[in-house]
């Protein structure tokens, strides 16, 4: 059911825009004329009249009027598996007084009808096949049926055989408003058409028009006349440009981040080399001192001493590396909270003040170290003389 009404299940594709068009050009032509029933015939088999006239029925029930769609092909009957109801008590059965109804409701034409799926929409299927359907349709009662279905419906639509093979069509062609012929793109020959025309006009059926169906259309060419297809392309087009910036947004702010790190482990680099020479040069001056004076015996002191100068400086380091590593997983958690711009530059301006805040303790620790240091070696030095 999906497949075949289009106009129900996708309302917003091309094909149901030329459904809709289909119907606005049928009332225009009948505006004043109080047109309720229409036929849809073919010229022969495949060529889509009961497809067309199911998703025209569609939309004329989406229009808000109640409409009644008729399987009138009791030969080969399509419309109760298009739209999914029991093929029992149709059609063939009313006509015919042959069914399993009681037989005080066998006229009761509500008996006959059931509703769809589509609000507003009927059908009465086309009942089980008779051997003669031919026959039942040119009785006075097919008549008083359609008569009876105008003041029921507000249209009333006529699915018939093909007009060139039975006569079916032909003889409901004179008892409804009007006859539309379905044909097949590329296939339908002309001469046939108008032996259909001819046939259907000679029995006194009026020819509303035809409609070309299964005309084939490019995929692009399909969208480009899509309005609302069009309209969801600009929107995905939108949608895109949208993603590629806020893309762009985040790479720079990883490159942002990138560099940071780069320039805070180039910083701490350069304060590890400045330990390593303060370490060096206070070492150099103690041997110097030492060697100098002759002070043997405390050179085991003084070496201890500049160990422990040593475990400081690395216990400092290891304070900064921890609190620049915090300070750059604070950075991450925040960037993942998509304030990247902001947030940046507010952990790269505190980032800068803890390294130079970290530097500046860590360089006064030292020149203090350095001046107890030399105090102590100047005491030394002192009682050595007095010595």
Same mark, same amino acid.
Request: hydrophobic share 35%; with cysteine; proline share 2%.
């Given at each position: 059911m999906k ?7 996708n309302?917003? %594709? ?10 606005t050009?049928i ?13 849809f015939? %073919?010229?022969t088999?495949?060529?889509g009249?009961t497809?067309i ?19 009138a092909?009791?030969r080969k !009957?399509?419309?109760?598996?298009i739209?999914?109801?029991n093929?029992?008590n ?17 006229e009761?034409?509500l ?18 096949? =008779?051997?003669? =359907? ?10 008083q049926?359609i ?7 507000d249209v009333i639509?006529?699915?018939? =055989?093909?007009?060139l093979?039975?006569t079916d069509?032909l003889i409901? %062609? ?10 097949k793109?590329?296939s339908?020959?002309i ?5 259909a025309k001819? %046939?259907i006009?000679?029995v ?10 299964k005309?084939?259309?490019?995929s692009?060419?399909?969208r480009?006349n ?5 309209k ?9 440009s ?11 702010s ?7 790190k780069d320039?805070?482990n ?8 400045l330990y390593?020479e303060?370490?060096?040069?206070d070492?150099?001056?103690?041997d ?9 015996n ?8 500049v160990e422990?100068?040593e475990d400081k400086?690395?216990?400092?380091n ?8 915090? !300070?750059?997983?604070?950075?991450e958690?925040k960037?993942d ?10 952990d ?7 390294i ?7 360089k006064?620790?030292i020149?203090e ?5 030399n105090?102590?070696r100047q005491?030394?030095?002192?009682n050595?003389?007095?010595e």
């Amino acid at each position: 059911m999906k497949k075949e009404l289009i106009t129900k299940y996708n309302q917003k %594709s091309p094909v149901s825009e030329i459904f809709r068009s289909l119907r606005t050009n049928i009332q225009f032509m009948e505006a004043n004329k109080g047109m309720k029933t229409l036929l849809f015939t %073919s010229v022969t088999q495949g060529e889509g009249k009961t497809w067309i006239s199911s998703n025209l029925a569609v939309t004329f029930a989406q229009e808000g009027k109640k409409v009644l769609i008729i399987d009138a092909d009791m030969r080969k !009957s399509r419309l109760h598996l298009i739209f999914r109801r029991n093929i029992k008590n149709g059609l063939s059965n009313y006509l015919s007084g042959i069914s399993d109804i009681d037989i005080k409701d066998k006229e009761n034409l509500l008996n006959y009808i059931e509703d769809t799926e589509v609000e507003n929409l009927y059908i009465m299927t086309a009942g089980d096949t =008779p051997p003669n =359907p031919s026959e039942l349709l040119v009785l006075e009662k097919t008549m008083q049926l359609i008569d009876n279905l105008k003041n029921m419906f507000d249209v009333i639509i006529f699915d018939a =055989p093909p007009c060139l093979i039975v006569t079916d069509a032909l003889i409901l %062609s004179r008892q409804v408003d009007a006859t539309i012929i379905v044909t097949k793109y590329k296939s339908t020959k002309i001469h046939d058409i108008k032996k259909a025309k001819t %046939s259907i006009e000679k029995v006194g059926g009026k020819i509303l028009g035809i409609v070309i169906n299964k005309i084939p259309i490019s995929s692009k060419e399909y969208r480009k006349n899509s309005y609302y297809i069009q309209k969801k392309d600009k929107i995905k087009s939108r949608k895109k440009s949208r993603l590629q910036e806020e893309q762009k947004i985040e790479n720079a702010s990883i490159k942002e981040e990138v560099d940071l790190k780069d320039k805070i482990n180039i910083d701490n680099e350069k304060k590890i080399d400045l330990y390593k020479e303060s370490n060096l040069n206070d070492e150099s001056l103690l041997d110097i001192n030492l060697n100098n004076e002759g002070v043997l015996n405390q050179e085991t002191t003084n070496l201890y001493k500049v160990e422990n100068l040593e475990d400081k400086v690395n216990l400092i380091n290891t304070d900064t590396d921890t609190i620049i590593e915090e !300070s750059l997983n604070n950075i991450e958690q925040k960037n993942d909270d998509k304030i990247i711009e902001e947030q940046s530059t507010i952990d790269k301006v505190n980032e800068d003040k803890i390294i130079e805040t970290e530097r500046e303790r860590i360089k006064r620790e030292i020149e203090e170290e350095i001046k107890r240091f030399n105090e102590k070696r100047q005491k030394i030095i002192e009682n050595k003389k007095y010595e």
